[in-house]
């Protein structure tokens, strides 16, 4: 069965360094997303990708954020300078019409 | 005030109980989601209703829209479905919002 794969499963850095997040939405999916769980809080929205562009994003997707579909079959989440408060679970999700399928989620821990 | 509210917020119950957890959102929606959340933090999509009932083994979803309210059921609970249940509404092909999630602990 077609999944989502997200790498690294865990990623630790400094702050003020940049990661990015990896995923590999299933292949026919044209709609993107990237969602993030603080510790013992609610998962929340990140940002939409649709054709190419992001068709929303949230109040916390701000500057230090983009994401970028590299080729066709990635789709990344580039944090510029992390902060300690971007310590988190952050999810990728892909859908073809309205379904969306979640990856297993990369462990952002910042230090 | 979160558009998606759950309840209970916690949950434990013995092996076998029959289990419901609430859900209530206060916007209009396409489609509401269940999904749940085992203790590594992956999360995994049980139903996504617009309306009427659905049922995946032991599991059953059903959602009234005029109450903007859906119920996820667990018959015969099992130790294995302790996880975090969450319920996400959803407009056409944008982005989910969470309600807090339910904790589930079922006791052998």
């Known amino acids: 069965e077609p999944e989502v794969t997200q790498t690294p499963s865990h990623q630790v850095t400094q702050m003020g360094q940049e990661v990015i997040l990896r995923c590999v939405p299933i292949s026919n999916h044209l709609y993107f997303y990237w969602y993030r769980q603080i510790l013992g809080q609610k998962v929340e929205f990140l940002v939409s990708f649709y054709n190419n562009e992001i068709s929303e994003k949230s109040e916390i997707f701000d500057d230090q954020f983009s994401v970028e579909r590299p080729d066709g079959s990635n789709f990344t989440l580039k944090i510029r300078s992390t902060k300690l408060e971007d310590s988190a679970m952050y999810f990728c999700?892909?859908?073809?019409?309205?379904?969306?399928?979640f990856g297993p989620g990369t462990r952002l821990t910042v230090l | 005030k979160n558009e998606v509210e759950q309840s209970p917020q916690n949950l434990t119950a013995q092996e076998g109980e029959f289990i419901t957890i609430n859900c209530s959102y206060s916007?209009?929606?396409?489609?509401l989601h269940w999904l749940q959340q085992h203790p590594g933090g992956g999360i995994v999509s049980l139903f996504m209703?617009?309306?009427g009932k659905k049922k995946h083994g032991r599991l059953i979803a059903t959602i009234n829209i005029q109450e903007k309210h859906s119920s996820l059921h667990i018959t015969a609970s099992h130790p294995r479905d302790s996880a975090v249940y969450i319920c996400?509404?959803?407009?056409?092909?944008?982005?989910?919002?969470f309600g807090t999630g339910t904790r589930l602990t079922i006791i052998p």
């Open positions: 999700a892909s859908s073809e019409h309205t379904a969306q399928y």
């Open positions: 209703l617009s309306s």
């Open positions: 916007v209009g929606i396409s489609a």
């Open positions: 996400a509404r959803e407009m056409g092909n944008e982005k989910l919002t």
